[in-house]
């Protein structure tokens, strides 16, 4: 028999035909499929809505906080430039005994120390044949813009105390990542021991100094450091240095830390780039999470700690050095917490040598003192720091500089106009 001229061939189990003739496909009006085409369209118009808000508001609105950071910075380095190049002039010519010295075999220009020898006062005080405690100091930068420099007056007083200084120059981003930051510092500790005995140094009586990005450097590289095995083959280990000092630092890179910057000015697509770009990458470099998740191993190996933390800096959040200090407290390392009232991020290097105020320098001195004294057993007692002074420091902190002067006020301005 003939089959009907009018066919309707079976498509899936569906009639492809209407009785009006139209072809459709009845699985487009499935609620599963409806459902995900209603999905589909809103994705696509929050991500259209997204990228028109950032580009119409967020953008803009980035650009102004990041211009407002810089016109601040500009009007803050215009402001105390004078003042500034006091620092500047010392270091490039009128400092005596500071010598420039490559700690890397075929290294960058990025790859030297400034080593800046007792004063003269200081030798004549403790005995030219003495040999003298060592810092070593990592300057800071935002992970971008250090130099040794920055520390050149912190240096000029505590060389006054009869302290060998040894200021750290390394590459910064975009040169090397954070890891590669830390590797240039264990070089230049590496070379600081072996070398140190050369310039008056006592290499058994080392302490380490990090100020800012430079102290979230140098607390990663012990953290790091401490977890190396007993016995590897190493240079130096975490327990031959005499202590650890942080001045305003980075500790945790977390996403309120990273909100914070952001609404600074500093976007989020440069901390990305800079301090790492997933979550677990920054967890990796950030030493209060590394003290968290295996402190009771870490503490047994890591010196001493003073952490010492303005309350008026704008740029590093004070919570920071408490939630570090707590990590070290409770892995079992002698550690202690300075507040310095009203003080900035930049004081320490910048603010207070500059008035010759040397509360920062004080605790630096006594701190080491205490951890380098035979008696004391490494502890670092409130009393020491508060106002008890030994003896043996008592002429170490009257031979501190008495110049530069400059009058608070002008300080207290430069403090509003800087953005750090």
């Given at each position: 028999m003939r089959e009907s001229c009018n066919p309707r061939h079976k498509l899936g189990g569906f009639d492809p035909l209407e009785t009006d003739g139209k072809l459709i496909l009845p699985f487009l009006s499935s609620p599963a499929v409806l459902h995900l085409c209603r999905s589909t369209l809103h994705y696509v118009l929050r991500t259209l809505g997204t990228w028109l808000v950032t580009f119409v508001f967020h953008v803009p609105l980035q650009g102004v906080r990041l211009s407002t950071f810089f016109a601040r910075l500009a009007l803050y380095i215009i402001f105390l430039w004078p003042a500034m190049l006091c620092g500047l002039i010392y270091w490039a010519f009128a400092g005596k005994d500071i010598f420039s010295v490559s700690y890397k075999d075929k290294g960058s220009f990025r790859h030297t120390v400034d080593i800046y020898l007792p004063s003269s006062t200081a030798k004549a005080r403790l005995g030219e044949t003495a040999k003298t405690p060592v810092l070593i100091l990592v300057a800071g930068g935002a992970f971008i813009l250090g130099h040794k420099g920055y520390v050149t007056m912190l240096c000029r007083a505590l060389r006054r105390a009869g302290i060998l200084c040894i200021a750290v120059d390394y590459r910064?981003?975009?040169?090397?990542?954070?890891?590669?930051?830390?590797?240039?510092?264990?070089?230049?500790?590496?070379?600081?021991f072996k070398n140190c005995s050369q310039y008056g140094g006592d290499p058994k009586r080392i302490a380490l100094l990090g100020l800012s990005s430079g102290a979230h450097?140098?607390?990663?590289?012990?953290?790091?450091?401490?977890?190396?095995?007993?016995?590897?083959?190493?240079?130096?280990?975490?327990?031959?240095l005499v202590g650890f000092i942080g001045l305003g630092g980075i500790y945790e890179l977390h996403s309120r830390f990273m909100a914070h910057l952001h609404n600074k000015g500093i976007d989020f697509f440069l901390q990305r780039l800079v301090l790492g770009d997933t979550q677990s990458l920054r967890e990796s470099r950030s030493p209060s999470i590394l003290l968290r998740r295996d402190g009771s191993r870490l503490g047994k190996h890591l010196p001493p700690v003073l952490l010492v933390h303005g309350t008026g800096d704008k740029i590093v959040p004070t919570e920071q050095s408490e939630v570090f200090c707590n990590e070290l407290t409770k892995s079992g390392v002698r550690a202690r917490l300075l507040f310095h009232k009203g003080q900035g991020h930049n004081d320490p290097v910048i603010h207070s040598p500059l008035m010759s105020n040397h509360e920062t320098v004080q605790a630096i001195i006594l701190s080491i003192h205490e951890w380098t004294s035979k008696s004391s057993g490494n502890k670092v007692s409130e009393a020491l720091l508060k106002s008890s002074v030994p003896d043996t420091c008592k002429a170490c902190l009257a031979d501190l500089p008495t110049w530069p002067r400059t009058p608070e006020a002008v300080i207290h301005i430069a403090r509003l106009l800087t953005p750090f």
């Open positions: 910064y981003w975009p040169q090397t990542n954070i890891d590669g930051m830390v590797d240039d510092v264990e070089h230049a500790i590496s070379w600081s450097v140098a607390g990663l590289l012990l953290t790091r450091r401490a977890a190396v095995r007993p016995g590897s083959k190493t240079s130096w280990s975490t327990s031959d």
